[in-house]
């Protein structure tokens, strides 16, 4: 029998209980994303073949062509783009100065307030369709993006409030006060010192709220009819016909959907990294 040391012990363990299951898990969360990539790039008669192929036999474009130039997601991108960017920029903007408040303030009823913000994220969202939707129809929003903004920026915010309150938490307080006493005001010293300070966390947030609101499909199914104004969830689930499924075009435009999300993700996990106040206090 092989006598093994501690550290050769340790390390055979490490790689039986810990890599290997972890690389499983890799794999299984991996094929399907290379599945939908694979049939985006198959010529339709490959796709509906009964000879199973995992790399496309000639690899082609055109399902991405169809999808962009006939199908319309060129606009359904723009318009996803427009609601979840205007989103974003409505939910960091209120929930920096709403956090701030709900951190370094004490009033009466503040642990009510944080634990009903908090209750908003146990409600569905399709409870809230039908009371917004007459809202928007009384208000004449009913089929514009404005509906959508408005719906995801009071949606995503009461969260996004109380993670950036979590942020502002960490800090302390002698940040403000040594800003004050060189000559800040209040509000100075919150968008010279403490919001670059927590940058990693208003990455964090607005993160947050765009991955929601750019794959919302419930509130975007149900208040938009017009299809120049449809967003990507909605143009995708649009594809399915009643008999047929043209497979490759619906797993391009999934890839096409895919890829924002993706470029955000590798841009900003460098801050997600980051301490939130590395070097903000000196000894």
């Known amino acids: 029998m092989i006598k093994l040391s501690p550290k050769a012990k340790r390390r055979f363990v490490g790689i ?12 299984i969360i991996i094929f399907p994303f290379f599945w939908i990539l694979s049939t985006s790039l198959k010529e339709p008669q490959e796709i509906m073949t009964s000879v199973l192929t995992y790399i496309p036999k000639h690899a082609t474009f055109e399902n991405y062509k169809k999808v ?5 997601f060129n606009q359904y991108f723009f318009n996803s783009f427009c609601a979840s960017g205007v989103t974003v920029i409505n939910v960091t903007v209120v929930a920096l100065l ?3 408040a709900l951190a370094r303030y004490q009033f009466a009823g503040k642990s009510v307030v944080m634990l009903l913000l908090l209750l908003t994220q146990m409600i569905p969202g399709i409870i809230l369709v039908i009371p917004l939707f007459r809202v928007w129809l009384q208000l004449h929003l009913n089929n514009t993006l404005y509906s959508l903004i408005l719906t995801y920026s009071t ?3 009461p969260f996004c ?3 950036m309150s979590g942020f502002f938490a960490g800090l302390p307080k002698e940040l403000e006060e040594a800003a004050q006493i060189d000559g800040c005001t ?9 919001i670059p300070t927590i940058a990693p966390g208003i990455v964090a947030t607005g993160a947050f709220a765009f991955v929601n609101s750019w794959n919302d499909l ?4 149900n208040f938009i009819n017009n299809q120049k104004l449809f967003t990507l969830p909605v143009g995708l689930s649009m594809m399915k016909g009643e008999f047929t499924i043209d497979y490759g075009a619906l797993c391009a435009g999934c890839i096409i959907s895919l890829i924002p999300v993706l470029l955000l993700f590798a841009y900003i996990q460098k801050y997600l990294v980051k301490g939130l106040a590395a070097g903000a206090v000196k000894g």
């Open 68 to 72: 962009w130039n006939s199908i319309g």
């Open 218 to 221: 419930v509130y975007a199914l």
């Open 161 to 163: 409030m109380v993670m």
């Open 186 to 194: 209040l509000l100075g010293a919150l968008f010279r010192i403490l």
């Open 155 to 157: 949606t995503q915010l």
């Open 98 to 100: 709403g956090g701030y």
């Open 16 to 27: 039986v209980f810990v890599r290997i299951p972890l690389l499983v898990f890799l794999v």
